[in-house]
């Protein structure tokens, strides 16, 4: 299955695409490679756009971010957040699945945690509008639906164990992700030397 086809069968018919996922077979450095590399790049390419080019009025003091440097810093940032945050979460919701009673197996816990990030990532377009930034983040929330139709199948969690599995691997991948993006902003805004003589007036 293409990468369109799966986009859109998670999105739109997820119960019975995770019953589809659940027959193939997968790796997290293929699902890095094919999947979440390429839709994350489409929020990189986004945020270029959205706070490189368009840039974003922030209502502070008339303050608005825009240029090069913080288009740079915002789709790094994003992509290599959403790269390391996928194989991160991946082998933590995995070392935690027998505490849940669920079947450990990273190939799947990789998948679980690559294509409950479907919505996030589409969602990225967004950002092409920064003062849409907020409905790339509402997007995200309709992953936890899905997440939470797919770890039964791929996880064989029981249904009394789903809920609170699936909300331990979302705090896990949302702290892991923060953590990450801490760090890659304080690193990347000294590379890129962002802050005040990098946002322009008007």
């Known amino acids: 299955m293409n ?7 998670i999105l739109i018919t997820p119960k019975t695409e995770w019953e589809v996922i659940n027959g193939e077979t997968a790796t997290p450095m293929s699902l890095l490679m094919g999947y979440v590399l390429p839709l ?51 082998y933590v919701v995995d070392m935690l699945a027998p505490t849940f009673k669920s079947e450990k197996n ?20 967004f950002l092409l509008l920064p003062s849409l930034a907020i409905l790339a983040l509402l997007c995200g929330l309709y992953g936890i639906y899905i997440m939470y139709l797919g770890i039964g199948p791929l996880k064989k969690t029981p249904e009394d164990q789903k809920v609170v599995y699936m909300i331990v691997a979302i ?18 805004a000294s590379i890129f030397s962002i802050g005040l003589p990098s946002i322009s007036l008007g």
């Open 171 to 188: 705090v896990v991948y949302a702290v892991i992700t923060g953590i990450i993006l801490l760090i890659l902003h304080k690193i990347l």
């Open 106 to 125: 990273i190939n799947k816990s990789a998948q679980l945690v690559a294509y409950s990030a479907t919505a996030s990532f589409v969602g990225g377009i």
């Open 3 to 9: 990468l369109v086809e799966r986009v859109k069968n």
């Open 40 to 90: 994350a790049l489409i929020g990189a390419v986004c945020a270029f756009i959205g706070y490189g080019i368009i840039g974003v009025n922030t209502g502070l003091f008339g303050i608005r971010i825009n240029g090069i440097d913080w288009g740079l810093y915002e789709a790094i940032s994003r992509l290599l957040a959403a790269l390391l945050g996928f194989i991160i979460s991946a």
